[in-house]
């Protein structure tokens, strides 16, 4: 993410144009529609490191330094923490700076809500061979990950996996929210791996979930899925200390 990429003010563009183009958008304008913002891209960034279980809950974000590793200004930084403040993946605390968020235990039940409503339509609209095989290396990779006892990879293999399943639809705004979600979901799980074999409890079910997608089972997959969906949020709220919540 290079610094001299030019930064285009939001406050620069009016969606409703000119007198004179007001119906149709130069193209300059579609091109700052088109194009995210290098704080959009830095948010893009901080929300991966979330969602790969590089920044842990409670983790103090400094401006400065990540300013220097992107290679940005600190004001963009601060325009991504914005952002992220928004989707309650980062808080800010007066006097003291930004922190990686620690959801509460009432935000399981939500984010499930999102995770079956857009991973499980998703599976069973199927997708297309290449779609297809990208789930199947998400489980292959967890696979590998599981050999090597290394749990921080194993989780992230698990991303991965939902991921995939989710980029089956093709769709730009679905693969948005569910880059919120994975980064919310690994905030949960970290206070769920005290257990090490946490993520290990999920490879059979990505596997079976896998083979039924590529025998064109696309209604046995999708079950699958809400059934391992619903043990999930059953577990995790378990461990965030409501069990038995509706």
């Known amino acids: 993410m290079a610094s001299s990429e030019p930064i285009v003010p939001s406050s620069s563009f009016s969606p409703r144009g000119s007198a004179n183009h007001a119906a149709t958008p130069t193209a300059a304008g579609r091109l700052r529609v088109a194009v995210p ?38 004001n963009t930084v601060r325009e991504a923490f914005v952002e992220l403040a928004s989707e309650r993946l980062v808080v800010r ?5 930004v922190f990686v968020a620690s959801l509460e235990a009432g935000d399981v039940h939500d984010v499930y809500t999102v995770r079956r409503a857009i991973e499980v339509s998703a599976l069973r609209a199927g997708g297309s061979p290449e779609d297809v095989a990208a789930v199947r ?16 990879a194993l ?16 769709s730009p705004r679905l693969n948005s929210i569910m880059s919120q979600v994975l980064a919310e979901m690994r905030l949960f799980f970290h206070k769920a791996t005290v257990d090490a074999q946490f993520y290990q409890h999920y490879l059979p079910d990505n596997e079976a979930i896998c083979l039924a997608l590529e025998a ?31």
Do not use: C, W
């Open 216 to 246: 064109g089972e696309l209604d046995r997959a999708a079950d699958l899925l809400q059934a391992y969906l619903d043990r999930s949020e059953d577990n995790l709220s378990e461990v965030h200390g409501e069990a038995g919540t509706d």
């Open 155 to 170: 989780g992230t293999a698990n991303q991965h996996f939902h991921g995939a399943i989710v980029a089956m639809a093709g």
């Open 37 to 74: 913002s290098v704080a959009e891209r830095v948010a893009d960034e901080l929300r991966l490191q979330l969602a790969e279980g590089a920044l842990l809950p409670g983790t103090r974000l400094t401006e400065s330094t990540i300013a220097e590793d992107l290679g940005v200004s600190r």
């Open 137 to 152: 290396a998400a489980v292959e990779e967890g696979k590998r990950a599981a050999a090597a006892s290394d749990d921080e």
């Open 93 to 97: 605390h007066p006097n003291r700076g």
